[in-house]
């Protein structure tokens, strides 16, 4: 599976913005999908993940509320939309394919595929 992130930009506090990030290959629906997060100096972070289906997503607390993950297996998408946007959202960006599920997808290195990564830099 390759993965393609796209949307990240230069935004203002308060401000939303829309990642995507997509598959190749004709088994996405069957990866549980995950975005992560590296900020300079920092260690990656999980933000969000969301089962095959779906139907079950998780949330890191600093994002809860704020961050919605969805997916789109007829499109092989992914999508995680930022509402609320605080400067310390400021990182790149990273979405991810596991064959764990969800309950298990906070941790990387439950990761088997990473997309390149897309900035997100919010002003305050």
């Known amino acids: 599976v390759q993965l393609q992130a796209s949307g990240g930009g230069l935004v203002q506090a308060g401000d939303s913005l829309r990642l995507s990030c997509t598959a190749s290959?004709?088994?996405?629906?069957?990866?549980?999908m995950g975005w992560f997060r590296q900020a300079p100096g920092k260690e990656r972070e999980f933000v969000a993940a969301i089962s095959w289906s779906g139907r079950t997503t998780t949330y890191a607390d600093s994002v809860k509320g704020r961050f919605t993950i969805s997916r789109d297996n007829a499109k092989n998408t992914v999508y995680l939309l930022m509402n609320s946007l605080k400067p310390e959202d400021t990182a790149v960006y990273y979405c991810?394919?596991?064959?764990?599920?969800?309950?298990?997808?906070?941790?990387?290195?439950?990761?088997?595929?990473w997309g390149q990564g897309t900035q997100v830099t919010v002003s305050s």
């Open positions: 991810a394919a596991t064959t764990d599920s969800v309950r298990d997808s906070k941790s990387s290195s439950k990761y088997d595929y």
């Open positions: 290959g004709r088994t996405f629906s069957s990866y549980t």
